[in-house]
């Protein structure tokens, strides 16, 4: 680990202590959060740490959130300016005790970060929504560069993974984006939970059919001991195969490695998505 790099990582922690704002990469304890500050990129997690799903693999505490911050928005820029970052990915735990599910609040810190002339591009990662096409406007009006959903699982694994969520309410979501052709799309897939590699491709197969431009596939590691068991390990020849399937099936950009993450080099595939 280069000193530049250390020292860089101790003053973006700081911004983000001193603004009280959260992000992914520091929570998630993600293994590519280095590279991804000193290439100017982050992941700010608004509307609070406490989500009202409560999937399997997921780290997040689940239960009753706080009440939205009304100075959230305006925070998240300034730490994005302050960061001197260019590329910002916004994403939320899931809040379906809001009318909206949040949606506002997306658009809200979408805005705010359009104020700032460094910026090269805001992606969102949001919850479903639960289909709503009144959230899904909001924020699609906030116009996102990237609008990013993760799909998580194969079909046959959604009522384990994630129960409160489901299979075709997320690619129809994806679809009712894309259809707007104002932003990019892209999902995740985990692998590791079960699914077998011909599951992995109908996966693959169905998200390129609602017009995702980006996929991202990472290995499933379980957060803590009591979080779903990882099944299987994925060797990175198969990794490969998901890619080449990807691409032949249409997607413009994919990430698809064992430390791939939603937001791994959001900006370069944001790039290569644009063709
Ligand atoms: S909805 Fe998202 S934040 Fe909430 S438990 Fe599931 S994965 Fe975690």
Not at 84 to 94: A, H, N, P, Q
Not at 97 to 121: E, K, M, S, Y
Not at 139 to 164: C, G, Y
Request: charged share 25%; net charge neutral; with cysteine.
């Amino acid at each position: 680990m280069d000193l530049r790099t250390d020292q860089h990582y101790v003053e973006v922690s700081q911004v983000l202590r001193e603004k009280g704002l959260h992000t992914v990469c520091k929570s998630a304890k993600c293994p590519n959060r280095h590279a991804c500050w000193n290439a100017g990129t982050a992941t700010f997690m608004i509307l609070g740490e406490t989500c009202t799903r409560n999937c399997g693999f997921c780290g997040i505490q689940s239960g009753r959130p706080m009440a939205p911050d009304l100075h959230e928005a305006q925070r998240v820029a300034d730490a994005a300016a302050i960061m001197k970052l260019r590329y910002v990915v916004v994403t939320s735990v899931t809040r379906d005790d809001l009318p909206d599910g949040g949606a506002d609040h997306f658009a809200q810190v979408i805005r705010a970060l359009r104020t700032n002339p460094g910026l090269t591009g805001v992606e969102v990662l949001t919850p479903d929504f639960n289909g709503s096409e009144e959230s899904l406007s909001t924020v699609a009006e906030a116009r996102p560069d990237v609008f990013n959903h993760n799909l998580e699982t194969v079909r046959s694994l959604q009522q384990k993974i994630r129960p409160q969520a489901s299979y075709r309410c997320s690619l129809d979501v994806l679809s009712r984006m894309a259809q707007r052709g104002t932003m990019r799309i892209k999902s995740g897939l985990m692998v590791g939970l079960g699914e077998t590699d011909d599951e992995v491709l109908e996966a693959i197969h169905d998200l390129a059919s609602v017009g995702c431009h980006i996929l991202t596939v990472g290995q499933y590691l379980a957060p803590e001991r009591h979080h779903y068991p990882v099944q299987r390990y994925v060797s990175p020849d198969v990794f490969d195969l998901y890619r080449e399937e990807a691409l032949k099936a249409g997607i413009r950009a994919v990430a698809s490695a064992p430390l791939v993450r939603s937001s791994y080099r959001a900006a370069e595939l944001m790039k290569q998505a644009e063709g």
